[in-house]
Nanobody, 115 residues
């Protein structure tokens, strides 16, 4: 299993970014996918999840109405569209899936929201 995130960067408050996570090594379309984030000196937190077929989504209260998770099963990719970004969204964002009872993580992509 390999998960590779991209799309992070520096953005001003109120701006937008779209993260991507390219998956390989497993049957992507069969698994729920999640985005987590971890800010300095804080616990890793679940940001959003999407069901295997893409119909079911869930979001942390802190990002509802601002972030949208989606997936393209033909491209083995899950996305996180982040709008109206705030300084408190600054964190390393990780893609995640659980397969065979084991957690798999990408290397993370840094998102910094600052003026």
């Amino acid at each position: 299993v390999q998960l590779v995130e991209s799309g992070g960067g520096l953005v001003q408050p109120g701006g937008s970014l779209k993260l991507s996570c390219l998956a390989s090594g497993f049957t992507f379309r069969a698994y729920t996918m999640k985005w987590y984030r971890q800010a300095p000196e804080k616990e890793r937190e679940l940001v959003a999840s999407i069901s295997s077929g893409g119909v079911g989504t869930n979001y942390a209260d802190s990002v509802k109405g601002r972030f949208t998770i989606s997936r393209d099963n033909a491209e083995n990719t899950v996305y996180l569209q982040m709008n109206s970004l705030k300084p408190e969204d600054t964190a390393v964002y990780y893609c995640n899936t659980i397969r065979g009872g084991s957690d798999y993580w990408g290397q993370g992509t840094q998102v910094t929201v600052s003026s």
